[in-house]
């Protein structure tokens, strides 16, 4: 630190010139200073002052800053002279977080560490929640892809070695928190799930029950509902049936593919279109799961595995960090821990102000690119440790390419992150394909019930109760498989003649197992008619053992029209998905093609709709179609989004049912 003069030598006066210039300082005003400053010892002492902290100030940005303390072998960038910036793989090892605005560059920073994690040898695991990373599989062939579709995986079975007793009480911690549920519920799950291993005897058989025979079972739990423990009971029954009732297979199995072996490869989990529960619930027992199999193994050892996760908000949400009557999130536990055994997180996101205080405070690197909101820039600020204005204000002038980079307790430095050139225009059918003969080669057993649970669960009483003809029952098991056959193909499907099919037909309606529909097409001629499972029917087929799906949004004429549109979207090159979940909230169609993005809401009654389409509005789709099968409902949408928003949103667009006949 400068200490003060009593009296003033030239000396004096050329360091206090040098520190001018360097900061910048015009030839003139250095002049004017000078004479200033020369002119009394006290005026010298404040401008030395000064000038001292605003060069040091310029020099953290500048070539004073001791570089060659980035020399590792994990190279991000460059800094302004061009020479290499690295980490070390301890470093590394410690964690990484990268922030910046949606487009600023945090996917293609992903891009390039992976490839220097290739040329080093180092393993990695990618949570995907944008279908970005399939293209590099031009890149990298050795890629494995795993689209959620394909993926099988059974929570309840623990990792080798950890024992189901210790497993279930980490499971149930990690449960609760990826659903929200609170205390209570928790211990209800556990309690269950105890039961469950126990009919099964895991300990013996090594035969695990799946998320769909936990379901079962607590919905077979007599509770009256007067109990305090009722509510307990409905919770987690709510939260179990969106694992086994959405659109996927992958918690339906008794053993999974094999995570060990998915440790040595470079794996990339595709997650976009699954509900938040089940991506949360997934990714966080995986995480939860490699911890705890790295803690049986007792592998203490360096750096050896990345595990990636670009927009990490999804799973290190501030919100739920600040749920304390939830307890601690286990996943938050498992950040500060899980680098003992050479595991790294490295973590990318652009809402740096959303994400958990932990993994904010347990990341040795960190990369600031562009950021928008005043909010995250704040943040980072904190994080970073910056004070200055001007040293912020260095941070809002950043274009692609530039950011700054922490590490640990150093001063920040600026870096110039490279690009990366890639293709994107994989999709999501081709890389199933691509893939398929890979995913053949994982075995996964499938789920299975032994007679102790069948007699718990009750089936035999039921079937008692429930007295139809085995026809009947045929017809019906038909008619959730396939639920918008024509009635005469379905007849002779099941190699029904009509009489037979007929007398089938009379006594599922009877007994109010299904119901007739018809689907309005708006158009002339005939109109299709459908089977539709009633609630009893469902149940019928619960009870029978059948699989049958929650949450069925809408009928079978809904589905008719998902179905209908869906083909209208594949036949036009685009990738088309029915109940495709934004948030906790699905949109009826969802059809994407390169870069633009279609949102379809099927509008058969007025009510309701206006939620969904508010929820499209908020996430910027080219196209947000409504499908409408009367005038009438027509005109009460349009009201409503006129009264709500003042006008017509232009990306709006009404579309009749007949357009897709
Ligand atoms: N370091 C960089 N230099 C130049 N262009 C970049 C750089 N990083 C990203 N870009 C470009 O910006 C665009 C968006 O980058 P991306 O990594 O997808 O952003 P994000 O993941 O933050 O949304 C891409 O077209 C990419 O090529
Ligand atoms: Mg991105």
Known sequence: MFEGKDYIEPE??????????????????????????????????????????????????????????LVGEIEIGEDPEG?????????????????SMTGKGKTTFFYNLIDTLKEKGLP????????????LIKKHEDLLILNWRDIRFNPLKPPPEVSPGKWGEILADTFCHATDLLIGSESYFLEK????????????????????????????????????????????????????????????????????????RNVVFELKEPNQYVTNFFVETVLTWIYYYRDAMGERQKLRHVIMFDEAKRVFDVMRERQPEAGWPPVDDIVGKVRE?????????HEPSKLTDSIKANTTVKIWMSLGSGKDIEEMARTFGLEEEEEIDYTRTMEKGNALLKIADMEPVPIFLPDYQIEKD???????????????????????????????????????EWKISEDAEK?????????????????????????????????????????????????????????????????????IGEEVREHVKGGAEHLWWQKKIQSHYGERGYDSFIEHYIGRKSIDVYSVKEDEEIATEIALTPEHELENIKKCLERDFDLIQI????????????EEIEGERGEMPEEILFSHVSEFT
């Open 12 to 69: 004096d006066l050329d360091k206090l010139q040098e520190l001018m210039e360097r900061v910048g300082e015009s030839e003139e005003r250095i002049e004017k200073i000078l004479k200033v400053a020369a002119a009394d010892p006290e005026t010298y002492n404040d401008l030395m002052e000064v000038y001292s902290r605003k060069a040091s100030q310029v020099a953290t940005k500048d070539e004073f800053y001791p570089y060659e303390e």
């Open 83 to 99: 020479r290499k910036l690295a980490v070390t793989r301890e470093q590394l090892n410690e964690h990484l977080l990268a922030v």
């Open 124 to 135: 990695f695991m990618i949570f995907d929640f944008k279908n970005d990373y399939r293209h």
């Open 193 to 264: 799930l105890n039961e469950l291993y126990e009919i099964y005897d895991v300990n013996k058989t090594e035969k695990y029950p799946s998320v769909f025979e936990l379901k079962d079972l607590v919905e077979k739990d007599p509770i009256p509902p007067a109990s305090p423990r009722f509510k307990y009971r409905e919770r987690n029954q709510s939260r179990l049936s969106m694992f086994t009732g959405f659109s996927g297979d992958i918690f339906d199995c008794s053993s999974g593919i094999d995570l060990e072996k998915l440790l040595e």
């Open 341 to 349: 055994f050479g595991e790294a997180l490295a973590v990318a996101d």
């Open 426 to 464: 994989m999709t999501e059918s081709e890389i199933r394909e691509k893939m398929r003969q890979e995913i053949q080669k994982f075995e996964w057993e499938e789920r299975y019930r032994p007679e102790e649970f069948l007699e718990r669960i009750g089936r035999e009483k039921e079937e008692e």
């Open 475 to 543: 017809l019906l098991v038909h008619i959730k498989d396939n639920p918008l056959l024509k009635t005469s193909e379905r007849y002779e499907k099941l190699g029904f003649d009509t009489k037979k099919g007929g007398s089938a037909k009379k006594e599922l309606v009877e007994e109010s197992l299904i119901r007739e529909v018809e689907v309005r097409t708006g158009t002339r001629g005939r109109n299709p008619k459908l089977f539709e499972l009633t609630k009893e029917g469902r149940n019928y087929l619960k009870a």
């Open 627 to 638: 499908v409408y099968n009367s005038e009438k409902v027509k005109e009460k949408i349009k």
